[in-house]
């Protein structure tokens, strides 16, 4: 039996790939085999992240909030690639640290847009793609906080949670037309944005590593390997799935 964990012939547009988790996801794919292309606002980020990644990946600049570019943008990726996609990890996103009484509504539909509102624009352009060559899968890059009450990230909580019922919707679309859907919910993951955070706050980052079991916050290539899993022939039969990668903090004490 060939490994079913290659992604051998396999194309991923990894949005948010310049750095942090996306560029784990991009580690990780290429080391398994695949062509990737990254996708995100900062050009220099793009290019280092691909210097370092090799010939396997490419980049496209982008803001994905353009939301009625995404087809323009689909056009730019596969000419990049040379080859149709057929994994696309909806990973780009941003943060807002504020109380719920504290957030704006032009706050709170900033954040929305990111996580949600983009990444149903551009999967909506794939999907048609993905149907006719009878196989893809779409991953999200959601949250714990979409399982646990996090103080002070109500419009990330809520990007996160839309997750949910996006993966379930989607699932139930496509799945017997070969295109699978999931999610990954990290825990609290080593990177720029996750250091800024809790380094602002003593207490905060105390708290959250007493309620890690396994003592440690994660690093990009956790979310990464959980990645390739989940587009991998291994999870053929996996769809639906919003996949916790968090050192058990989810049910941690």
């Known amino acids: 039996m060939n490994n079913p964990f290659s992604l051998t012939g396999e194309t991923a547009l990894i949005t948010g790939g310049g750095s942090g988790i996306g560029l784990g996801i991009a580690r990780c794919m290429v080391a398994s085999g695949a062509r990737v292309v990254l996708v995100g606002r900062r050009e220099s980020e793009l290019m280092k992240a691909c210097e370092e990644l090799g010939a396997a990946a490419s980049f496209v600049?982008?803001?994905?909030?353009?939301?009625?570019?995404?087809?323009?943008?689909?056009?730019?990726?596969?000419?990049?690639?040379?080859?149709?996609?057929?994994?696309?990890?909806?990973?780009?996103?941003?943060?807002?640290?504020?109380?719920?009484?504290?957030?704006?509504?032009?706050?709170?539909?900033?954040?929305?847009?990111?996580?949600?509102?983009?990444?149903?624009?551009?999967?909506?352009?794939?999907?048609?793609?993905?149907?006719?060559?009878?196989?893809?899968?779409?991953?999200?890059?959601?949250?714990?906080?979409?399982?646990?009450?996090?103080?002070?990230?109500?419009?990330?909580?809520?990007?996160?949670?839309?997750?949910?019922?996006?993966?379930?919707?989607?699932?139930?679309?496509?799945?017997?037309?070969?295109?699978?859907?999931?999610?990954?919910?990290?825990?609290?993951?080593?990177?720029?944005?996750?250091?800024?955070?809790?380094?602002s706050d003593p207490a905060r980052k105390a708290k959250v590593m007493s309620r890690i079991p396994m003592g440690r916050m994660g690093n990009p290539e956790d979310i990464g390997w959980a990645a390739v899993y989940l587009s991998s022939q291994a999870a053929a039969y996996v769809t639906g799935v919003t996949l916790p990668v968090d050192g058990g903090a989810v049910i941690g004490f």
Do not use: C
């Open 61 to 199: 600049p982008h803001d994905i909030t353009l939301l009625n570019e995404a087809s323009s943008l689909l056009e730019k990726v596969e000419q990049a690639a040379g080859t149709p996609i057929s994994i696309l990890v909806n990973n780009a996103g941003t943060h807002l640290k504020k109380f719920a009484a504290e957030t704006t509504p032009e706050e709170f539909q900033s954040v929305f847009t990111t996580h949600v509102m983009a990444a149903h624009a551009l999967t909506r352009v794939l999907i048609p793609g993905m149907v006719e060559r009878g196989r893809g899968s779409v991953l999200f890059t959601s949250s714990m906080a979409a399982f646990m009450g996090v103080p002070q990230v109500v419009a990330y909580a809520a990007a996160k949670s839309a997750y949910f019922g996006m993966v379930t919707t989607l699932s139930a679309e496509l799945s017997a037309r070969g295109v699978r859907a999931n999610a990954i919910a990290p825990g609290w993951i080593f990177s720029a944005m996750t250091e800024k955070a809790l380094n």
